[in-house]
């Protein structure tokens, strides 16, 4: 058990030496008791704002997957859908869409919805292109039964293609569970009236490092705890 | 039953696989020899109407439905063996017919195994499945694929019988390397050399041999010897 949390104990241990050193005043470095202290005190606000920002990654994951498995699959089914769709597919990851933050919230106003569009951004590409790989590797052979049952391609895409695809679209979840709270955060930072991402500036102006070192540890559990989540659900989907 | 088969010229490339002659089929078993890289696969993917890139330049005469085995089971590991039997069904968009599909794998030995997944079995029971897969359509003709070649020798044996009662009366064309297959189960055997369709004399029936039969042995023998010398 002390081996295990070891690599976990020694930064904490060494970054409270370095605060209680002197050397980093407490505005640049808040010690972790005070951080822990931050987590109990004000447990209540940090939750109402993880409460925020949770719904906004899964909404965004939950519309980055439709959307993604939607464009993979009509590509799948569509060769002419693929050649217009794929610059654009390659175009759009090429974008760093972090400087799409402020256009989004210009548009879309202060309200959830520019960050969940920032987190559709963020996931509709691992999953669309994870998903258009798998399809499009299908064995030919495997295709060959597709063929002599003169199969439509729905069908085929259905009964032959998803199923051989779906370890595929797992790794791109995988992926894009990781990326997603990312999306939320830098949404609010832009601009909100709630969540970790405008906690966490709020407890800057405000001077209050602690509180804003207890926020950036929320957002990192919350990642954390998404990915043990998603890893489980797609073993047991056994993708 | 019209008789199908194919017939004509094919090329692949500027090579040229079969130069003007004809495969005819008629209910038993076709059994087509031949070197590897003969075309043997090819002919049978151009009567399955599969992609190839060989051309046929002639006629070719199909039924509707076609049964498929290929050297791969080609079983579908997320499906259970009873949606894997109705695979061909349901790709042509029919509804599922579950009590015909645990029938048909009683049939090939695998009674009660309806909802069992492809990662369960062995080898020589993926192909009894992708056996059952084949036998589901009723397809008149029937295409084997090398299909019992991965097989160790008593499960091969084991498998040809089964296929061979489970196919009768239907038009059968197996693809084989193994002249000792050939002779066992053929009604009818081809060598494809030098871009021509050879006959050979098969057995006399009744087929499928016994596995220890004399006559077998050494007709297998003597085919061996004769291909080698070619080769």
Sequence with gaps: ?239 | MSPHGLGGTVRLGGRVLLRDAALRLAPGWTCLLGPSGAGKSTLLRLLAGLEVSARLEGWREVPERIGWMAQRDLLQERLSLSANVQLMARLRGQAPDPARAAELLASVGLAGRDEARPAELSGGERQRVALARALFDEAPLVLLDEPFSALDPARRAAMQTLAHTALRGRQVLMVTHDPAEALRLGDRIYLLRDQRLEPLPPLAPPHPRPMGDTELALAAAALLARLSEAA
């Design chain 1, 1 to 239: 058990m002390i081996r295990r949390a070891l690599p976990l104990l020694l930064p904490l241990l060494l970054w409270q030496a370095l605060t209680l050193s002197g050397q980093v005043p407490p505005y640049i470095l808040p010690a972790p008791l005070a951080v822990a202290e931050a987590l109990v005190a004000d447990r209540a606000l940090l939750w109402t704002h993880l409460l925020v920002t949770l719904s906004e990654v899964l909404m965004g994951l939950g519309i980055g997957l439709l959307l993604g498995g939607g464009v993979a699959m009509t590509t799948s089914l569509s060769p002419r859908f693929e050649r217009l769709s794929r610059p654009a597919l390659v175009a759009s990851q090429a974008l760093p869409v972090f400087v799409l933050a402020p256009v989004l919230t210009l548009w879309m106003g202060y309200g959830p919805a520019p960050k969940v569009a920032m987190t559709v951004l963020l996931v509709f590409f691992p999953v669309a292109s994870g998903l258009r790989d798998g399809l499009a590797s299908t064995p030919a052979e495997v295709l060959d039964l597709a063929r002599l049952s003169e199969a439509s391609p729905w069908r085929a895409l259905l009964w032959l293609r998803l199923p051989h695809a779906l370890p595929h679209l797992g790794a791109g979840l995988r992926i894009a569970v990781t990326y997603a709270p990312t999306g939320a955060v830098i949404g609010e930072w832009v601009g909100a009236s709630k969540g970790l991402g405008y906690l966490m500036l709020m407890s800057n102006a405000r001077m209050r490092i602690e509180l804003l070192f207890a926020a950036l540890i929320l957002i990192v559990a919350m990642t954390l705890v998404l990915n043990l989540t998603m890893d489980r659900l797609l073993r047991r989907l056994r993708m």
